[in-house]
């Protein structure tokens, strides 16, 4: 039985417009991004086929948008689990994000010990106290074991999963679940989602047969991306006078970073 899989982007938080490293700080909605809950929310797109199970990241960003989904869906099992959050950047979060090293900074552990954080380029590094993204994907591939694999192992038919966190996480989430099909020949990287975005994806088992799976295992799956970066909600959701989207040159750049943009 095919199962769907939405996962939806938190809306703005306040955090979001200043560029900082926000990672697993819990920082509210904006009244901008209250009003991208609500209008997600609402999505027909969104809720069909109609939901059959809601899961949320426990930082405030995202929690808020799965209860603001869950308030049109009441009825829908609803559930918080930590493994949803958003890559965790450690001793970085809170502080400016930089996109490069100062000129007058000769090396990144240079700039650390004068609390300048700039952006990873491998999937290996991590700042102290963080994740790298390679720990964030194999997070998401136990998100995806424990929240989902149950209600496809179930055989019901008609299953919608829908989990509200963030950009980074589900970047990795899409693309752990594409490596999961060993037969998956789409090499495109589902990356960038604006606020409340949300992307589909198609989950089949290969097998009917998922006997002898171990605790830890994910069987071999059949997966594909329908879906990229759905915003047609957001055409109600204009910016009020004193909203923004960004605060300046730099924190363009980190909203891209953070949407799972880069």
């Known amino acids: 039985m095919t199962l769907i899989l939405s996962l939806v982007r938190h809306g703005q938080s306040e955090d979001n417009p ?33 939901i059959t199970a809601i899961y949320a990241s426990p930082l405030a960003r995202a ?9 049109v869906h009441p009825t829908v099992p609803f559930q918080i689990n930590p493994l949803l959050r958003e890559q965790g ?21 240079d700039a650390m010990l004068q609390g300048i954080y700039v952006k990873i380029f491998t999937r290996e590094e991590h700042f102290p106290n963080g994740e790298s993204l390679n720990m964030v994907s194999a997070r998401a591939r136990e998100a995806f074991r424990v929240c989902v694999l149950p209600h496809l192992l179930s055989g019901e038919p008609g299953q919608h999963v829908v989990i ?20 998956n020949l789409d090499t495109r990287r589902y990356a960038g989602l604006k606020n409340t975005g949300w992307t589909r994806v198609e989950i089949d088992l290969k097998s009917d047969d998922a006997s002898g799976l171990g605790e ?6 059949t997966t594909r991306v329908t ?15 004193g ?12 909203i891209k970073f953070f949407s799972g943009g880069e």
Do not use: C
């Open 89 to 109: 950047f450690g001793d970085a979060e809170g502080s400016t994000w930089y996109e490069a090293l100062p000129d007058n900074v000769p090396s990144l552990d």
């Open 227 to 241: 879906h990229f970066n759905q915003h047609e909600h957001l055409g109600e959701v204009k910016p009020e006078p």
């Open 164 to 183: 509200a966190a963030h950009g980074m996480f589900i970047t990795e989430m899409v693309a752990m679940l594409q490596k999961l099909d060993p037969d």
């Open 63 to 71: 929690l808020t948008t799965g209860k603001a989904i869950h308030s």
């Open 18 to 50: 200043r560029g900082i490293w926000a990672g697993w700080r819990d920082a509210p909605l904006s009244k901008l991004g209250l009003r991208q809950a609500a209008a997600v929310s609402r999505s027909t797109t969104l809720a069909t086929p109609p």
């Open 243 to 254: 909203e923004k989207e960004t605060t300046g040159p730099v924190s363009q750049e980190a």
């Open 216 to 221: 830890a295992e994910v069987p071999p799956l």
